[in-house]
């Protein structure tokens, strides 16, 4: 595998020898870790599994920004 880039002159881009160096993060997703897991070492690949992580998002009106919040705190 290459890890060589060059400008390719016909449209400017850069190109690699790498087909998968432009995979990214979201390249491959499986059911389990384990089956992850097994894809990367029937491959011989050094792998890192990140887990799914869904944020919690608070459900928040755009009028919410415009609410009275009271009169300013102040330092005593």
């Known amino acids: 595998m290459s890890t060589q880039k060059w400008e390719n002159p016909l449209m400017g881009w850069t190109s690699t020898g790498d087909p998968y160096a432009n995979v990214g993060?979201?390249?491959?997703?499986?059911?389990?870790?384990?089956?992850?897991?097994?894809?990367?070492?029937?491959?011989?690949?050094?792998?890192?599994?990140?887990?799914?992580?869904?944020?919690?998002l608070k459900v928040k009106a755009y009028t919410d920004n415009f609410k009275w919040k009271g009169p300013p705190m102040t330092e005593d």
């Open 25 to 56: 993060e979201a390249g491959f997703s499986f059911q389990s870790e384990e089956a992850a897991k097994a894809f990367a070492e029937r491959h011989g690949w050094d792998y890192l599994v990140k887990k799914h992580h869904t944020p919690l």
